[in-house]
């Protein structure tokens, strides 16, 4: 069974910096694009970055330039590093993978999502 584990979340001053990750676990045929999205009180769920499999990224216009995704295939393992943290980063963010199956199909999963909230 293929689970998604996030860490790193937490408490940071406006202007500091986290590190979110996410590790896949269970038996993939191959993991395609990895990536973030978040989710802040009353508003839908938005894409934040994502990587595919070949190391290329797609960014939200709120985290370019201070936000970086990154992928280790090895370990199966998606970053996010996130600088000069805003207030409006406040937000549950979700870990996400597109996973192939031994029958060719490919499944979308899901973290359980870790809190991010930038506050003085």
């Known amino acids: 069974q293929v689970q998604l584990v996030e860490s790193g979340g937490g408490l940071v001053q406006p202007g500091g910096s986290l590190r979110l990750s996410c590790a896949v676990s269970g038996s993939t045929i191959g993991i395609y694009i990895m990536g973030w999205y978040r989710q802040a009180p009353g508003k839908q769920r938005e894409l934040v970055a994502i990587v595919t499999s070949g190391g290329s990224t797609n960014y939200a216009d709120s985290g370019k330039g201070r936000f970086t995704i990154s992928r280790d295939n090895a370990k199966k393992t998606v970053y996010l590093q996130m600088n000069s943290l805003k207030p409006e980063d406040t937000a549950v963010y979700y870990c996400?993978?597109?996973?192939?199956?031994?029958?060719?199909?490919?499944?979308?999963?899901w973290g359980q999502g870790t809190q991010v909230t930038v506050s003085s």
């Open positions: 996400y993978a597109d996973v192939g199956t031994a029958v060719g199909s490919r499944i979308n999963y």
